[in-house]
């Protein structure tokens, strides 16, 4: 066989092996002939048709936006919650390779795959949301200033982004069997995990500093100089909780995608990020109780919004506080697992409330929700989880680092739908 010959039958070798997981391609799209994947495209599809609109139409067509309710569930959930619950990536990453807690190194290259996809969607969310998305740039380059929040905002995500992606690239260069790339992106983790922590630091603090831009508007209980921290220090549990979650479907979904020393360390992280995440939300709630005393609010909290505040801060912050270290001092995962479920939930409602429902809150009949922007919000987020199964099920993203900073994975025993 010549060798032009042999390359090709090498590359068709490796798809069959790598992408198609070793099946032939008829086989690879009966398998994906299930009731889930068929819902997803459904979704996804109903999702393209709609942003398809959006920009053909117009952003009213799909939203309920206004000059009085400029964001929605868009920016609200795709942009506000999207980016503390990728604060997966910084938050393990100090914890690994900077301050040397080794026993959380199980768990580290699915935390940072997290985090650089939940970033990369945030910017699909707010490209669809843009009313000329090709002007993206212009934060950076053409308007605002050094001195604006934008202009940090747009920086810091940017960078963070490309940031997060050579964090992850040794396992996609040894997906690709690229091994001279792979241990010189590999040699790189230090100094990008502390790059990676000087942007994340910033730009989930800057999220919240765009609100103290409208004293007005924001309802005070939610609007006080403490919104940076308070937006950084919840990012700190929402990654933690985030990694707790996923850490738990990992093993239910994938565990012939994990080797045996991840799944055997799921425990055991899953007790010390439950112990971290009780004294981060100790913290956040301190720091909400300060926020009320210093900008003396008292008296708001005997209103509606005062009774949500209250549902926020004792339900979704301070229970699942006590909820974490009564779950850790029980030794029960599970309890720990239900904990990290309410705190992400909490950070939800916590980043909607601020950017949507708060927002603006003295004006009357204001209109929040669009059935059709709910149904982009879910298509983007099943494309999201979609891309992730892709990337686990052929990657080495759930396994351990050897001595060598290489990763082993079994060999297929099974086909594995994508």
């Not at 996804?44 to 709609?50: E, K, Q, S």
């Not at 005062?306 to 339900?315: A, D, K, N, Q, T």
């Not at 270290?325 to 992400?344: D, E």
Request: net charge positive.
């Amino acid at each position: 066989m010549s060798t032009a010959g042999s390359r090709r039958a090498g590359v068709r070798g490796w798809i069959t092996e790598n992408v198609l997981l070793g099946v032939s391609l008829r086989a690879y799209l009966a398998s994906l002939l299930t009731p889930l994947d068929i819902a997803a495209a459904g979704l996804v599809v109903v999702g393209l048709v709609l942003v398809g609109m959006r920009f053909t139409l117009g952003l009213d067509a799909v939203t309920s936006a206004s000059q009085e309710q400029p964001w929605g569930l868009l920016l609200g959930v795709g942009l506000f919650a999207a980016v503390p619950l990728s604060a997966t990536g910084y938050v393990l990453g100090s914890a690994v390779y900077l301050f040397g807690v080794k026993d959380l190194r199980p768990v580290v290259k699915n935390a940072i795959l997290i985090g650089f996809l939940g970033y990369f969607f945030a910017v699909v969310f707010l490209l669809i949301d843009l009313g000329r998305p090709w002007r993206i740039y212009y934060p950076m380059f053409v308007s605002y200033g050094t001195a604006s929040v934008m202009f940090l905002v747009a920086w810091h995500v940017a960078l963070y982004l490309s940031v997060q992606f050579l964090e992850f690239s040794p396992d996609l260069f040894q997906w690709l069997d690229l091994r001279r790339l792979q241990h010189m992106a590999r040699r790189m983790t230090v100094g990008l995990t502390i790059f990676g922590v000087i942007l994340s630091t910033l730009h989930q603090s800057a999220l919240g500093g765009m609100y103290l831009l409208a004293p007005f508007k924001l309802h005070p209980l939610w609007y006080t100089s403490f919104l940076p921290w308070l937006f950084f220090v919840s990012s700190i549990a929402a990654g933690l909780s985030m990694v707790i979650l996923v850490s738990a479907l990992n093993a239910g979904f994938f565990r012939d995608r994990a080797d045996p020393e991840y799944l055997a360390s799921l425990d055991h992280i899953t007790m010390r990020l439950g112990r971290g995440a009780a004294y981060v939300l100790l913290t956040y709630f301190g720091f909400k109780l300060v926020t009320v005393a210093h900008e003396n609010n008292w008296a708001y909290l005997n209103t509606a919004y005062g009774y949500w505040f209250l549902i926020e801060s004792l339900g979704l912050v301070l229970f699942p506080c006590f909820f974490f270290a009564y779950a850790t001092r029980r030794g029960s995962v599970p309890l720990v697992r239900l904990a990290a479920l309410i705190t992400i939930v909490g950070i939800i409602a916590n980043r909607l409330t601020v950017s949507v429902f708060a927002y603006n809150w003295n004006l009357p009949d204001r209109e929040w929700l669009n059935w059709k922007e709910f149904l982009i919000v879910i298509a983007v987020i099943t494309m999201e989880v979609v891309v992730y199964r892709w990337i686990v099920n052929r990657m080495p993203v759930l396994t351990v680092e050897e001595g060598g900073g290489e990763t082993t994975m079994e060999p297929h025993a099974q086909p594995v739908r994508s």
